[in-house]
């Protein structure tokens, strides 16, 4: 499998504050995609990004491509208690011919009210 | 709803039992996969069905079986398990080039 290094592992916030995951990857990438995982829930599609140096906002998060696609990361402002859960970033390696995405470990979430 | 159903949401099973895990999905999707999820590890790739061929066997033992036998359904045999089998097994499909995933809620496996 791919190695793909995502961190910090845990990010404890107080509500209201800025968060944000890393994510590297020792290989150049095709495309890369978060996912968000709710305690108890499954992982559910939040972004896919796929050009050099793209990014991309929803509402509050920000996510951003490496200009060299080996990295990216995921920003959320003034988080909220909805926000809780587990990011994962997803790695689709260039020169695969088929569908392969090798999660990363996951950054845990959780937001004090 | 999330457009992939996955069957039992729980089972319990001794290690000499055998028993069938099953996928299916309503979005058109052309591609099919299994993951496991256990508390210490990320989400691990074990299997990818492309229009129904098997194209990922990511060195997953034998005592774990996939079959595909169309583009909307996936079933993962079990026989012979360990405790350490114990996880929450997810299925997830996506159209064929690069799409998104889209999972199923998953079977938590408990294996005794």
């Known amino acids: 499998g791919q190695q793909v290094m995502q961190i910090p592992q845990y990010q404890h916030v107080q509500e209201g504050e800025d968060f944000t995951t890393y994510c590297n990857s020792s290989t150049t990438l095709s495309n890369i995609q978060w996912y968000k995982q709710r305690p108890g829930g499954h992982p559910v599609f939040l972004i896919q990004?796929?050009?050099?140096?793209e990014v991309k906002k929803q509402k509050r998060l920000t996510f951003q491509f490496g200009e060299a696609k080996k990295n990216s990361s995921l920003h959320i402002t003034a988080t909220q208690t909805t926000d809780v859960g587990t990011y994962f970033c997803?790695?689709?390696?260039?020169?695969?011919?088929?569908?392969?995405?090798?999660f990363g470990s996951g950054t845990k979430l959780n937001v004090k009210p | 709803e999330t457009g992939v159903t996955q069957t039992p949401r729980h089972l319990v099973m001794g290690m000499t039992n055998k028993k069938s895990l099953k996928c299916e999905q309503h979005l058109g999707h052309n591609a099919m996969y299994w993951y496991k999820q256990s508390a210490k590890k990320p989400l691990e790739l074990m299997f990818v069905?492309?229009?129904?061929?098997?194209?990922e066997n990511n060195s997953v033992p034998s005592r774990f079986s996939p079959e595909c036998p169309n583009s909307s359904h996936l079933f993962l045999h079990l026989h012979t398990l360990q405790p350490e089998d114990s996880a929450l097994y997810l299925c997830?499909?996506?159209?064929?080039?690069?799409?998104?995933?889209?999972f199923g809620n998953g079977t938590r496996l408990t294996v005794t």
């Open positions: 997803v790695e689709n390696p260039t020169g695969y011919n088929f569908n392969k995405f090798y």
């Open positions: 997830a499909s996506s159209r064929q080039t690069s799409s998104p995933l889209h």
């Open positions: 990004l796929v050009k050099s140096g």
């Open positions: 069905y492309s229009l129904e061929e098997r194209v």
